[in-house]
């Protein structure tokens, strides 16, 4: 039986955060604390939720955090995971085919730590990366990720990623009113430039320091509005699943995409589930619970009790998030806990 919740959505792709640390302290992520709230586990943890998961359906693994590399043991981790194999259920998405497919495992990094750890991750069987970056001037990084002197760091690190072949590669920049929405234009020339993928993100009322109005969104209208002041785009299909609207320049070089999930929820497609560091599953980033996977491990479980804990959760994912709307309950963790 195929991973399927009650709304007839494949469950294919599985965001594995590895640790809730993160060196970088983003306005719209953090207040500005240092510490992880929740902690992490042991990686053959992580691995035995993956392994029962990718016998279930899923064929994609994002992992995420926190800052993921800033987790020791996270090249060995890469390595296992790429061991596993998708069976062939008929509901794969990209990675749907033959019995024994490869995983799909992708990354989301601030990209700090990345400059000597793209090679190793892509030997190990990293397949993409994706490194978040909401500036491409080194003074407004600084102001938005409160770190000093780390733009430099992750240039280097994006372009360690394209030379070792990790592609798609995609540059992720959450925009927020007040902050970044300047350099809209001066990302669309970044994504020429440096042949990356660069994706904006709405903001999202995920943050530690609830500061999220509907007002501080910067909306995929205004996003195309601008960056058509620089060059024409024109749209690209994307699949069903897939956060981003795609674009690219009208003389097809550079593509952009916009994550609209304020203004335009795709909660209707969602094929995703989320385990926290310290193994929760969520089911949706505006969840106001989770479920515990890993206190069912540790009581003992077989594999099989494991499959159902995880049916009868995935039985009970959200229709959709009610971002702007009078009933709407924040989640009950914030991004840097959950995993982006
Ligand atoms: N540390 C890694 C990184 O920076 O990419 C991974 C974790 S981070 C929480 C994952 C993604 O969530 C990043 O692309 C980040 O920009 C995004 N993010 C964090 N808070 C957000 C918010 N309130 N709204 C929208 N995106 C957010």
Same mark, same amino acid.
């Given at each position: ?9 494949? @469950?294919?792709?599985? !965001? ?9 302290? =983003? &306005?719209?992520? *953090?207040?500005? #604390? /240092? ?122 690190? @994006?372009?360690?990623? !394209? ?9 992720? =920049? &959450?925009?927020? *009113?007040?902050? #970044? /929405? ?159």
């Amino acid at each position: 039986m195929p991973l399927i919740d009650k709304f007839r959505r494949p @469950i294919t792709d599985l !965001r594995i955060s590895i640790t809730d640390r993160c060196n970088y302290k =983003c &306005v719209y992520c *953090r207040t500005g #604390n /240092e510490g992880a709230l929740y902690g992490d586990l042991p990686f053959e943890d992580y691995l035995r939720m993956a392994r029962v998961l990718v016998g279930m359906g899923v064929t994609k693994i994002r992992l995420t955090g926190g800052e993921p590399l800033l987790r020791k043991g996270v090249l060995e981790f890469v390595l296992d995971l790429a061991q596993l194999r998708t069976p062939n259920n008929g509901h794969g998405g990209r990675n749907q085919g033959r019995e024994g497919d490869q995983l799909d495992i992708a990354l989301t990094t601030n990209g700090h730590l990345l400059a000597d750890l793209a090679q190793p991750l892509k030997a190990a069987g990293l397949t993409r990366v994706t490194v978040s970056m909401d500036a491409v001037d080194p003074d407004r990084f600084t102001r938005i990720t409160r770190v000093a002197n780390g733009y430099d760091q992750v240039l280097a690190g @994006i372009r360690a990623a !394209r030379r070792a072949g990790l592609w798609p590669l995609k540059v992720n =920049c &959450v925009l927020m *009113r007040g902050f #970044n /929405e300047d350099q809209i234009i001066p990302f669309g020339m970044f994504a020429r430039e440096e042949g990356v993928i660069v994706r904006f993100i709405e903001f999202m009322p995920l943050e530690e320091g609830r500061t999220w109005s509907p007002n501080t969104v910067v909306t995929l209208d205004e996003i195309l509005a601008r960056m058509a002041e620089y060059r024409p785009l024109v749209e690209i299909p994307h699949a069903r699943s897939e956060t981003a609207r795609r674009y690219r320049f009208d003389d097809g070089i550079g593509e952009i995409g916009i994550i609209a999930p304020v203004s335009h929820p795709f909660c209707g497609h969602c094929s995703r589930i989320r385990i926290t560091s310290d193994g929760k599953i969520r089911t949706c980033l505006f969840s106001v619970w989770d479920h515990d996977l890993h206190a069912q491990m540790q009581r003992g479980a077989s594999d099989e009790e494991l499959e159902d804990f995880i049916r009868g959760v995935i039985h009970k994912k959200e229709e959709r998030h009610h971002i702007g709307e009078p009933d709407f309950v924040p989640a009950s963790r914030t991004m840097v806990h959950i995993g982006g």
